[in-house]
């Protein structure tokens, strides 16, 4: 069973275009992320949300508009797509806990889709 | 402004031998140190992770050394095989704000020849 899983895998678009990609998490945490990670392999937080309310967001263009129906889903819908925006994108999920509990933050990141603006 | 930062970019090391990342931080908030690997076309999954309590961790051939006062970590990886070949990235978090925000170094791409 997929711990994290997004669709779709791979997504060809002309610029301009509007899309989304969707992640979900079957490992009941409460906070999921949405990374980009380049064409150099750098990997930067784009957005996370705990219990569909929004935590981080890491100065991304409004184009990028994350939605989370309920706490196992965190979509991301594109705007305007531009050439700038072809990139692997990543979900994730984690448990985050308090301060005083557990240590246990480890992330759980999906397969990825490879998004490219032609 | 890079908070994290990783080298070497690239490693090239023979099978059996020692691999050695080493990565650098900057925001003594941070709290949290994992490693994670990523395959190609793979997302990435945690290897190994610490906490500034320890100043080394291991787990199977894996081992983060940490060192609080120069605010730097390094991840080796002995007898390394060509199973380890893949892009290995550091991170940093912090508790605080409770987020789970990971800021990670830009990569290090091993390549372990037979």
């Known amino acids: 069973d997929t711990a994290v899983s997004q669709t779709p895998k791979y997504l060809v678009t002309q610029m301009g275009n509007d899309k989304s990609i969707k992640c979900e998490q079957n490992l009941g945490h409460d906070t999921m992320y949405w990374y980009k990670q380049d064409s150099k392999k750098f990997l930067k937080i784009m957005f996370s949300y705990n219990n569909k309310e929004l935590i981080i967001n890491e100065t991304v263009p409004n184009r990028f508009s994350p939605k989370s129906p309920d706490k196992a889903h965190l979509n991301l819908h594109i705007n305007s797509l531009e050439l700038g925006d072809s990139a692997v994108y990543f979900c994730?999920?984690?448990?985050?806990?308090?301060?005083?509990?557990?240590?246990?933050?480890?992330?759980?990141f999906g397969p990825g889709t490879r998004l490219t603006v032609l | 402004q890079q908070q994290v930062k990783q080298s070497p970019q690239s490693l090239i090391v023979q099978k059996g031998g020692i691999s050695i990342i080493n990565c650098a931080y900057e925001?003594?908030?941070?709290?949290?140190f994992p490693w994670y690997q990523q395959f190609p076309g793979k997302g990435p999954a945690l290897l190994i992770a610490i906490r500034p309590d320890v100043s080394e961790k291991k787990e199977g051939r894996f081992t983060i050394s940490f060192n609080k006062s120069a605010k730097q970590f390094s991840l080796h990886i002995m007898d390394s095989q060509p199973g380890d070949s893949a892009t290995y990235f550091c991170a940093a978090s912090t508790r605080a704000g409770n987020t789970g925000k990971l800021i990670f170094g830009q990569g290090t791409t091993l390549q372990v020849k037979p």
């Open positions: 925001n003594t908030a941070f709290d949290y």
């Open positions: 994730a999920s984690s448990q985050v806990i308090s301060i005083l509990a557990s240590n246990n933050e480890r992330q759980f």
